[in-house]
Nanobody, 126 residues
């Protein structure tokens, strides 16, 4: 049984930083895609960062490029999202997602992922 458990969210002021973590259980992610998505109240879910855990290639939504960094720690089975220069519009529930089907290219498309965590809340105030 695959489980994804996010942590690291919180309330911060604009300009601050957070590091989100996604601990994985029962999932071998040395060759698949993993990603972070977010959803703000009243808005659609948005993919923000994706990584191919086999090759390490990454991709980001335009809205977060230069501020967000996705990374993986294979030894600890953990996915990270470093968030810098936080803005109020970054306020959302952040979800970790994993795909158990091999793909050469990873996309920021929710339908491509078949495992999801419960989310961790990020709130940014002015």
């Amino acid at each position: 049984q695959v489980q994804l458990v996010e942590s690291g969210g919180g309330s911060v002021q604009a300009g601050g930083s957070l590091r989100l973590s996604c601990a994985t259980f029962g999932y071998t992610y040395s060759r698949y895609c993993m990603a972070w998505f977010r959803q703000a109240p009243g808005k659609e879910r948005e993919g923000v960062a994706v990584i191919h855990t086999g090759g390490g290639s990454t991709n980001y939504a335009d809205s977060v490029k230069g501020r967000f960094t996705i990374s993986q720690d294979n030894a600890n089975n953990t996915l990270y999202l470093q968030i810098n220069s936080l803005k109020p519009e970054d306020t959302a529930m952040y979800y970790c997602a994993a795909d158990s089907r091999f793909k050469r290219l990873c996309r920021l498309t929710g339908a491509d992922f078949n495992y999801w965590g419960q989310g961790t809340q990020v709130t940014v105030s002015t």
